[in-house]
């Protein structure tokens, strides 16, 4: 079944620096990939996603990339804001798996003012 | 999105008791899912709540253990059944959205601490 490894697990910048979390999938069948973004206490939101049938996406600081031939996608934060910081989960919809979604492991992001 | 509200928030609970959470949708959904979240850890999928017919659930999860309720397409409870410490957790319900293309959106959670 599908399998998300996200990477990397902590991560800590600057203010005003970008931020990389990758993660890669298993099953060549997944075709939508959403981000999520989890404040301390309080619910999963979704923030940007990306289908199969593109490369990338953008929505003002954040964009996603995907690279389906080597099964990784990413999530890039431009111009890092302390508000940024919060745990961020991708995930994967396991198409061969009844259509749900299988989440990565979660990176803690700390910006720093 | 849909509205979804959760109760209870949080709540405390002695070993051995069992616990319901109820979920709420201001718009009829044809699947709900709840979820498990473990301190620290990522969301993991308990099984998914079809309205008239039995929930399916996720290898490592029972019915025994985490009966599902669905009488409408607005409403579900997931219930955790002889609670043990290792039960402490977030449980979230879950909805997909109007494309159709597997987003999920999730509600507030509930937080169980069991003692």
């Given amino acids: 079944g599908e399998n998300v490894e996200q990477h990397p697990s902590t991560l800590s910048v600057q203010e005003g620096d970008s931020a990389v979390i990758k993660c890669t999938y298993s099953d060549s069948a997944s075709n939508y990939f959403p ?58 919809l396991a198409y061969n798996q009844g259509g749900k979604l299988i989440f990565g492991q979660g990176t803690e992001l700390s910006v720093k003012p | 999105s849909a509205v979804i509200s959760q109760k209870p928030s949080r709540d405390i609970c002695q070993r051995g008791t069992s616990l319901t959470i109820q979920c709420q949708v201001d718009s009829q959904v044809t699947m709900m899912f709840w979820y498990r979240q473990q301190p620290g850890q990522s969301l993991t999928l308990i099984a998914t709540a079809n309205q008239g017919s039995e929930a399916t659930y996720e290898s490592g999860f029972v019915i025994d253990k985490f009966p599902i309720s669905r009488p409408n397409l607005t409403f579900s409870t997931l219930t955790v059944s002889n609670m043990s410490p290792e039960d402490s957790s977030i449980y979230l ?22 003692l």
């Avoid at chain 1, 996603?49 to 996608?73: C, M, P, W, Y």
């Fill in chain 1, 35 to 92: 981000w999520y973004k989890q404040e301390l206490g309080k619910r999963p939101q979704l923030i940007i996603d990306i289908r199969s049938n593109v490369g990338e996406k953008k929505d003002q600081r954040i964009a996603v990339t995907l690279n389906k031939t080597a099964k990784h996608f990413s999530l890039h934060i431009t111009e890092t804001q302390p508000e940024d910081s919060a745990v961020y989960f991708c995930a994967a």
């Fill in chain 2, 93 to 114: 319900c879950s909805v997909g959205g109007t494309s159709g293309f597997g987003e999920l959106f999730f509600g507030e959670g509930s937080r169980l601490t069991v």
